[in-house]
């Protein structure tokens, strides 16, 4: 079984910084993509960025510029830097990744974690 753990949420002011982390667990082989999602009340999930195994990153047009994302292979954990922090950005962010197993491959989900930008 893999799992996803997030940490790193919390309250911070509109204009700070936030570090998201994530560590993939279990019977990995290794992982293909990383990614974030977010989620905010009465919304729909939403891509937030994208890294691959070679570490090329995509983000969405609303972070582009003030989140970072990140990944050490060798530990299997992913990263989200975020700075620049605004009200709007406030919601549940998840982590996902596209895990080979020995025995198959899966896409796995995070529990989330939440991030409140007060303005």
């Known amino acids: 079984q893999v799992q996803l753990v997030e940490s790193g949420g919390g309250l911070v002011q509109a204009g700070g910084s936030l570090r998201l982390s994530c560590a993939a667990s279990g019977m990995i082989f290794n992982i293909n993509f990383m990614g974030w999602y977010r989620q905010a009340p009465g919304k729909q999930r939403e891509l937030v960025a994208l890294?691959?195994?070679?570490?090329?990153?995509n983000y969405a047009d609303s972070v582009r510029g003030r989140f970072t994302i990140s990944r050490e292979n060798a530990k299997n954990m992913v990263y989200l830097q975020m700075s620049s922090l605004e009200p709007e950005d406030t919601a549940v962010y998840y982590c996902n990744a596209g895990v080979r197993l020995y025995d198959g491959y899966r896409e796995v989900w995070g529990r989330g974690t939440q991030v409140t930008v007060s303005s």
């Open positions: 890294i691959s195994s070679g570490s090329s990153a």
